[in-house]
């Protein structure tokens, strides 16, 4: 699989990482010297220095023979320039392109047909916002994902000391919670190491487990697990950016009681006029006086989205230490993503992190509907149709040599999700979900693909 990237940043060159390590053919396209550097000197992989809305920087990087197309600069003009190209110079390439500005967006349609025909326009503030507010649904959480559709999650939560599923052995989790609750254990977390576990392996006290629920059982689901906290109910956004923006306009027309706080009078005053529910403030976010006037302290959570990583994280910082219950941080910086647990921030989100995440299943072969990856890098969800010339299709799951850290999670079959057992066997459309340690994806792909053993 040939891959072409218009961009070395954040966005394209962790991209570039993952598919590089899964040794696909990748090539690297950008104007700046420094950043293409940084490419060649860590991965193998073509870089050329260029622009991505060059006819003749495309045809040097092979757009005819490719594959996939990924358009992502922070310039929403290049991205759409470049796409339209290589569009002409190859019809049938599948094309993605990020894109941010509301002046784009709101107008998708137009971008997805005609001369564009972009396959996917990938808009990471919106997929923020998302992961915002499945948060907001579970505060005890520490991560959530939703797949087929919406009826099944992944919930991460970090198990109270006092709860029932300590000690207990994975294959007794469900007498443990009771016949009647659809669940696997997905991952677990330990001494900040994930494992895809076994059903002899047991869960221990202070370990962050990955459940694999339908959605509608849910808050059972943790309630028996001795999980579900109270409720978020008073919130408050620092920063009306993009990202601040569309959240208080989801929040505004819900039961949050939402306070907004931006340092720029003229978005402030944009913001009132549009909002109706929410409060907005001209203010910083890390001005003590002010969230002590706010009574920052009696707040279920503070959400802080401001483009100034610096700035989230302090602001976040003091209002923990005013007494806020929950916080959550915006990060740009893959960098600073394993040092905001230890600070004491309780979330954090990654538009270039979203970004990848909605990248992913297009360059996975075989069927795939969603890839998200797990606890940063670590391990992938894939949601994928099992196709008929699958080595994972006619045989019993115990029959299929599933490789360690490998797991089928759940599958749907018409409008019913079932719960997999050693004895189920996987036929033709069935829609499932995996999870897997990363060296084990281009198995994974292979066995989605062909009649190739999974190990």
């Known amino acids: 699989m040939r891959v072409i990237i218009v961009g070395a940043g954040e966005v394209g060159f962790n991209v570039a990482r993952r598919l590089s390590g899964e040794n696909k053919d990748v090539v690297v396209i950008d104007m700046n010297p420094k950043a293409l550097s940084k490419v060649s000197d860590s991965l193998d992989v073509q870089t050329i220095q260029g622009s991505g ?58 971008f997805t047909e005609g001369d564009l025909r972009i396959d996917t326009i990938i808009n ?59 669940v696997v254990i997905a991952a677990l977390v330990r001494d900040d190491e994930l494992i895809i576990p076994g059903g002899l392996d047991t869960i221990e006290e202070g370990d962050i487990v990955y459940f694999t629920c339908l959605r509608d059982q849910q808050n059972d689901l943790l309630k028996r697990a001795g999980i579900l906290s109270d409720p978020i109910k008073k919130v408050m956004i620092v920063g009306g950016g993009n990202v601040g923006s569309l959240l208080a306009q989801a929040l505004d027309s819900k039961k949050y009681h939402t306070r907004l706080i931006d340092n720029d009078p003229d978005t402030c005053a944009h913001l009132s006029e549009t909002l109706d529910r929410v409060i907005v403030l001209n203010g910083d976010g890390t001005d003590q006086d002010l969230l ?51 600070i004491g921030i309780d979330h954090l989100v990654c538009p270039r992190l979203s970004a990848i995440n909605s990248i992913l299943h297009f360059v996975r072969q075989g069927k795939v509907i969603s890839a998200v990856s797990i606890k940063g890098e670590e391990a992938e969800a894939l949601e994928a149709i099992a196709q008929e010339n699958s080595a994972i299709v006619g045989k019993p799951i115990m029959e299929l040599n599933i490789p360690p850290g490998t797991l089928i999670l759940c599958f749907q079959r018409g409008d019913d999700v079932i719960i997999p057992t050693g004895t189920t066997v ?25 009649k190739l053993e999974l190990y």
């Open 292 to 342: 002590n006037e706010e009574n920052v302290g009696d707040l279920d959570m503070v959400i802080s989205v401001t483009g100034d990583e610096e700035m989230n994280i302090l602001s976040c910082l003091l209002a923990k230490n005013l007494g806020a219950r929950k916080t959550i941080t915006r990060i740009n910086k893959f960098a600073y993503i394993p040092l905001i647990e230890p």
């Open 53 to 110: 809305s060059s006819p003749e920087i495309l045809e040097e990087a092979g757009v005819a023979d490719a594959d996939i197309f990924l358009a992502v600069t922070d310039k929403d003009e290049i991205n759409l320039i470049a796409t339209f190209l290589a569009n002409r110079l190859n019809p049938e390439i599948i094309k993605l392109a990020r894109i941010r500005n509301e002046d784009y967006t709101k107008y998708s349609d137009m």
């Open 124 to 182: 990471p503030d919106e997929e923020v916002v998302e992961s915002i507010l499945r948060v907001m649904s579970v505060p005890g959480a520490v991560e959530i994902n939703d797949f087929v559709g919406g009826k099944v999650r992944l919930v991460g939560v970090k198990l109270p000391d006092e709860s029932p599923l300590v000690g207990v052995q994975l294959m007794k989790v469900r007498e443990t919670l009771g016949d009647d609750i659809d």
């Open 426 to 450: 996987i036929e033709p459309n069935d829609r499932l979900l995996i999870i897997s340690t990363h060296k084990n994806i281009p198995k994974i792909e292979k066995a989605l693909t062909t």
